[in-house]
């Protein structure tokens, strides 16, 4: 379905790709996984809108470009540490400027034990031997085309750990920069996560760019949480409206852990979000909640899909979208309870506000049934902001913008009602506040 | 035993035989009446053949060859979530007709009318009865239509498709594909190449249809297919209401069944389409049973129309089939209303769309899904509101039931929306008839297999409801039988 007749000239640049010497290269293995992803990428190509899983994301205008494959001076790129602050998170920092490893920005003097936290690099060009399992890994789903292209060509990322037992006070901030550079650039970052036996870990991952240029970011996590792990993932994602960030993320729960996901996604001009989540043990929890506000041009992809695989799981998901001006906002939340899976209780709910009549909201919520000891309920809506709350406010005396922008504050507040980082719930808050028009 | 679900009276006396039996498809008796047919295979020569037989103008056959052509460069279609056993499209009869062709009902084969007479359908005298125009499709050709005096007074039109395609070609040249064009998809694609008969409906303007007409249709001879071609027009101010019913005998192989029916409601008209599908499942075992792939769709063309279906679907081992409305119009109103059971290993993936188009269109979705045994029953939908659909409106529920570990129930609902004053709005839920509801319904003395179809039935009542009565009855005492033996 995905062959590509006429030269694309994304795929075309790739070739000179693989030539690249990334951290790690010389390791037989690893050579051959990298290789192996690589050509299977440039033989598929990008994927059309043919493809189930791209229907409402055309991949059109990114496959007439070319990017540089690699910033070689990223290490040197200026970056104002203040950018990278996040109030309520002073824990350990990772910084990657341009997909590259920032040791001058990050904080990493202090680790609190039972923690391990190093980039990819440093481990590839040490002992890659235990990643082996995990970036060997094959693709195979047309969804996940990028994240082929990441195994073949990431270099850098995180590798964290936590012991068993572990409980991390402080929440790890990772921190992904899009930098100025020469020319548009397409770098790729990989995570490697893993939490043991109930450890407990809070973690901050933040993307933002000064770049003029039209990068292409691609990320692909692993995270894996053992029997009774405890995770609080908070996603913040404020790149440039020029950027394209496509992110890839896996997560692996064992019997009784419990992961909260809560994202926020604000910039970006195209942006692609697959979370797969297996609830793999029993009486494993998964909670996500994300928002997405989104005006100008921007395109916004949010692929959930949580399959229930155990006894007496739960998954909770309340997903926001708000999109205006020439936005279009793309939602697809699919739940798989497996056979045998009974007991399972899953709840998705997805609401839109389409605030002008340039703007587009698809939505896909989707149950998968096959077990009959379940209570899995599902629902979406798309609207605009009640006109009566708006004449009750502008009644009052306030502005028409102030009430939208109050209206809307609150439609999408409630997502984040859960997060228990006051601080940083608070800085969520006004990030999306200052976002709206 | 042989099938009377028509009348509740019948029902409740062979209740007590039915429950003996267990659960065995009640129309699955094969009549052994002469039939006339084209041989298997599937070519240019085939249509034309086809279309000669049937003594079709020039442009009718050109029409038919447009469309073969079109089907040959069409891949299989792959998405839904059925599992489908390759078709060979070449090992299937296209036309098979019973060969003493009836010059009026009088002159019907005997045992062809008894035939009918055993599914219930109130042909002939019992029509006057019921008060029901039917049009009745056995195998591929329209073998008689009652009360079409009654009706030509008022100015209604139904007669089978190929008398229309002989007595209105002007009315057909017009209509026909309009709505769903004979490149739309593969098996619409195939339905306009070798489609044998079906029903043609005319309700002039400001006419409101004076009886309930109804269609029913049968698979009788092996090796063959089934493609019926339906269209219904519905002028300014008229309104019809259309009941579609349809059986086939038990055999090993599977038959395929590819339907298209057309809606065209014109300013202020109302059609209402309601089916009651019981075509044979195939057995406990997946072997045999009908492949339904029906192509259904309404076109709301003018404003203040309205377009209403209605399907109880128990039978067919595959289901593919999506009845969908095009609100052009103005203030257009489309609604689908649905309970598919699946049993055993019948599959089903079935649902609507509604195109909103029009200025304050509205839709309203009520999908129910109840599988049992190792079935697979999907509701795949899609509400798309266009950038011009001022203040469209959609609602969307969508339940499903669970009877048993191995079956599957999924949703798809797709919603596409390009306009910031429309508000679309889904819910779906899915579960299993709770221990709770059991144990009330036990605890009062009710038999397990009752308090189920209670249930069911309560279940699916906001869907029956819609049903003209006589088919409500059917249904239910449908949706009761396929479930027996699910509980336990």
């Not at chain 1, 890994?137 to 990431?154: C, I, P, Q």
């Not at chain 1, 009052?396 to 859960?418: D, I, K, Y």
């Not at chain 2, 081992?317 to 489309?334: E, F, H, M, N, Q």
Request: glycine share 8%; net charge negative; charged share 25%.
């Amino acid at each position: 379905m995905s062959q590509s007749p006429a030269p694309v000239p994304f795929v075309d640049g790739l070739r000179a790709a693989a030539d690249l010497r990334l951290p790690g290269s010389g390791h037989a293995w690893l050579d051959a996984a990298r290789r192996e992803n690589l050509d299977a990428f440039i033989a598929a190509g990008l994927p059309d809108t043919r493809a189930e899983a791209w229907k409402y994301t055309a991949l059109r205008a990114l496959s007439q470009r070319r990017f540089a494959w690699g910033d070689h001076t990223a290490t040197s790129r200026a970056i104002d540490p203040k950018i990278l602050t996040l109030p309520g998170v002073d824990g350990p920092r990772l910084v990657f400027v341009n997909g590259v490893f920032r040791a001058d920005l990050s904080r990493l003097d202090t680790l609190p034990a039972g923690l391990t936290l190093q980039p990819l690099s440093q481990v590839l060009e040490q002992d890659p031997e235990p990643l082996r399992f995990a970036l060997s890994r094959h693709y195979r789903e047309a969804s996940d085309a990028f994240a082929r292209l990441n195994a073949a060509l990431a270099g850098d990322g995180v590798v964290l750990r936590v012991a068993a037992g572990a409980r991390i006070g402080k929440p790890v901030h990772l921190c992904f920069v899009g930098a100025s550079a020469d020319g548009d650039l397409a770098w790729h970052a990989r995570n490697v996560i893993e939490l043991g036996e109930g450890a407990e870990l809070d973690l901050v991952e933040h993307h933002l760019s000064n770049a003029p240029q039209k990068h292409l970011a691609t990320l692909v996590s692993d995270i894996v949480l053992q029997d009774r792990a405890k995770l609080q993932h908070m996603v913040l994602q404020h790149a440039s409206e020029d950027s394209t960030l496509i992110r890839h993320g896996s997560l692996h729960m064992g019997a009784k852990s419990h992961a909260a996901l809560h994202v926020l996604e604000l910039g970006g001009g195209l942006v692609r979000h697959d979370v797969h989540a297996e609830l793999r043990g029993d009486e494993a929890r998964l909670d996500t909640r994300g928002v997405f506000v989104l005006r100008g041009r921007q395109h916004v992809d949010t692929q959930l899909a949580i399959r229930h695989q155990a006894l007496n799981t739960a998954s909770e998901s309340i997903w926001r979208g708000v999109a205006d001006e020439r936005a279009r906002g793309v939602f697809r939340g699919a739940i798989v309870v497996a056979q045998g899976a009974d007991g399972s209780d899953a709840s998705l709910s997805n609401k839109n506000l389409l605030l002008s009549s340039q703007a587009e909201i698809d939505t896909k919520p989707e149950l998968e049934i096959y077990a009959d000891e379940v209570k899995a309920a599902h629902g979406a809506t798309v609207g605009q902001l009640d006109e009566r709350a708006l004449f009750y406010l502008r009644s009052r005396g306030l502005p028409h913008a102030e009430a939208r922008a109050l209206l809307t504050t609150a439609f999408c507040r409630a997502v984040f009602a859960s997060l228990p980082n006051e601080t940083l719930r608070e800085h969520f808050s006004s990030a999306l506040l200052a976002h709206l028009p | 035993m042989t099938i009377e679900n028509d009348s509740p009276a019948v029902l409740r006396d062979n209740a007590d035989v039915a429950a003996a039996l267990g659960r065995r498809y009640e129309a699955g008796f094969i009549t052994d009446i002469e039939t006339d047919s084209l041989p298997p295979g599937l070519s240019e020569d085939i249509v034309r053949q086809l279309s000669a037989l049937k003594g079709e103008p020039e442009w009718m056959t050109e029409w038919r060859l447009k469309a073969y052509r079109h089907w040959l460069t069409m891949p299989t279609p792959h998405w839904a979530k059925l599992n489908i056993g390759a078709i060979d499209f070449q090992a299937i009869s296209y036309y098979a007709s019973p060969k003493n062709r009836p010059k009026s009902l009088d002159d019907v084969d005997p045992k062809l009318l008894e035939a009918y007479d055993k599914l219930g359908v109130p042909l002939h005298e019992r029509a006057k009865l019921a008060g029901v125009a039917v049009d009745a499709v056995f195998d591929s050709v329209s073998v008689g239509t009652t009360f079409r005096k009654e009706l030509a007074e008022v100015g209604v039109i139904f007669c089978s498709m190929s008398e229309a395609i002989r007595e209105y070609p002007e009315l057909v040249q017009k209509y026909l594909g309009s709505v769903v064009p004979t490149g739309d998809n593969y098996f619409a694609a195939l339905n306009s190449a070798v489609f044998s008969d079906g029903s043609f409906v005319f309700i002039p303007k400001g006419v409101r249809c004076p009886m309930e007409l109804s269609t029913y249709f049968r698979i009788n001879a092996g090796h063959t297919g089934q493609f019926e071609r339906t269209l219904i027009i519905a002028e300014e101010g008229a309104y019809v209401s259309y009941l579609e019913g349809c059986t086939a005998p038990m055999r090993d192989e599977n038959q395929l069944h590819a339907a298209v029916v057309e809606l065209v409601a014109l300013e202020k008209a109302n059609i209402k389409y309601s089916t009651v599908q019981n075509w044979y499942p195939g057995d406990e075992e997946g072997r045999g049973g009908i492949y339904n792939f029906v192509t259904k769709r309404g076109d709301c063309r003018g404003d203040d129309s309205k377009i209403s279906w209605t399907q109880v679907e128990t039978g067919s081992a595959i289901t593919w089939k999506y009845p969908s409305c095009v609100l052009r119009g103005d203030r257009s109103v489309g609604e689908f209303y649905s309970v598919a059971l699946t049993h055993h290993r019948q599959q089903a993936d079935t649902g609507t769309k509604m195109i909103h188009i029009g200025k304050g269109t509205k839709s309203k979705i009520v999908s129910k899904g109840i599988s049992a045994g190792r079935s697979s029953n999907s509701y795949r939908g899609l509400v798309k509101v266009e950038k011009g659909a001022e203040g469209a409106r959609n609602y969307t529920q969508c339940d499903s039931l669970l009877i048993g570990k191995k079956c599957g129930a999924h949703t798809f609902p797709y919603m596409e929306v390009k306009n910031p004053t429309a508000i679309v709005e889904h819910e779906a839920t899915t579960s299993k008839i709770s221990d709770d509801q059991l144990f009330y319904c036990r605890s009062r003395g009710i038999g397990e297999e009752d308090a189920v179809s209670m249930i069911v039935d309560g279940f699916c009542k906001q869907v029956f409801r819609e049903l003209p009565m006589e088919f409500a009855v059917e249904a239910k005492k449908l949706l009761e039988i396929s479930l027996e033996g699910a509980v336990g």
